[in-house]
């Protein structure tokens, strides 16, 4: 098969989409059951899901500054 060049950045975003979902599937890993115990650990599940994603905030027009989405 042969060598495909792929643009740098392209493989920049595969690397944080990777850790990305490396970062969730540990934070998965923490979950307890517990609605409070959960609550933060949720949160950050959450967020890294919409940066994952590539969503913002409804009718939002500038980047959010909580997650970075």
Same mark, same amino acid.
């Given at each position: 098969?042969?060598?495909?060049?792929?643009?740098?950045?392209?493989?920049?975003?595969?690397?944080?989409?990777?850790?990305?979902?490396?970062? *969730?599937?540990? #934070?998965?890993?923490? &979950?307890? %059951?517990?609605?409070?115990? /959960?609550?933060?650990?949720?949160?950050? *599940?959450?967020? #890294?899901?919409?940066? &994952?994603? %590539?969503?913002?905030?409804? /009718?939002?027009?500038?980047?959010?500054?909580?997650?970075?989405?």
């Amino acid at each position: 098969m042969p060598y495909i060049q792929t643009p740098k950045h392209y493989r920049i975003m595969e690397m944080t989409k990777e850790s990305l979902e490396q970062e *969730i599937q540990a #934070l998965n890993a923490q &979950l307890t %059951g517990d609605m409070f115990k /959960d609550m933060d650990i949720k949160d950050k *599940i959450h967020n #890294l899901t919409m940066k &994952l994603n %590539g969503v913002k905030p409804m /009718d939002s027009s500038f980047e959010c500054v909580g997650c970075g989405s």
